[in-house]
């Protein structure tokens, strides 16, 4: 258990430890040890005068329970992307949003609500460095993400901007309570720029950025840029990119 940062020393073989939800859910060969980071006791969610920071130990329940501020359309995505996981509410208790993204799963609707809001991940490193990266590209690929040697996630700083935009939200499963097979999230910020997140479709998050709402067309050729499109159970790729392309479409429509 983690008590201070001197405490946190990952070996070979050790891995941080969160709610937990993923390093217990299966076998992890290789894995010698745990270090706890719940004991540090950071605060689940700070605010501050230009963002929102969640602790990477925030529990799902936690975020949801964030208040809105009058000025924050794009708070909503909060709670949706919340019942996007496959999880009872029993998980939300002990899951935090830092695993989910570091898990790096590509439907982690941590990860999509994160990347979505142009969120940057704050890393801990060894002998108290720190570092920043978009958590758009913090994720790399399926179970892959930019962390190295020693380090950590420690936090997730939301722009208050980013809060600010509105958004629109489509998302598709092959049964009710399934995993997503695509997660489509646009937001429209105030100095007219439209940003459009694509997840779940795709191995790692995909953003497509315009400096004011695309029409059909410049969409469209966006889109056609987006290679591979993710193949699992939950989804042939085919169809991951045709509902994510209608997705796109009724998005524009809808923020335009």
Known sequence: MARTRDDIVLGEGVR??????????????GVTGLVDLTGLGWPAVVRTDDALVVAATCTIRDLTRVPAEPDWPAHRLFRLCADS??????????????????????????????????????????EHTERRIPVAEFVRGVRSTDLRAGEILRAIEVPSAALRSRVAFRRIALSNLGRSGSLVIGRAAGDGSFVVTITAATPRPIQLRFTAAPTAGE?????????????????????????????????????A
Do not use: C
Request: charged share 20%; net charge negative.
């Open 16 to 29: 941080a430890l969160g709610g937990g939800t993923w390093l217990f859910s299966e076998p992890q060969p």
């Open 85 to 126: 996981l496959l999880a009872s509410f029993k998980i939300w208790n002990v899951a935090t949003v830092g695993g989910n993204i570091a898990t790096a799963l590509p439907a982690g609707a941590m990860t999509s609500l994160m990347s979505a809001l142009d969120a940057t991940a704050v890393i801990w490193g060894p």
């Open 219 to 255: 969409l469209e050729h966006a889109l056609d840029g987006i290679d591979p499109w993710y193949d699992d159970p939950h989804g042939a790729p085919d169809w991951r990119e045709a509902v994510t392309r209608l997705f796109a479409e009724e998005i524009r429509e809808e923020l």
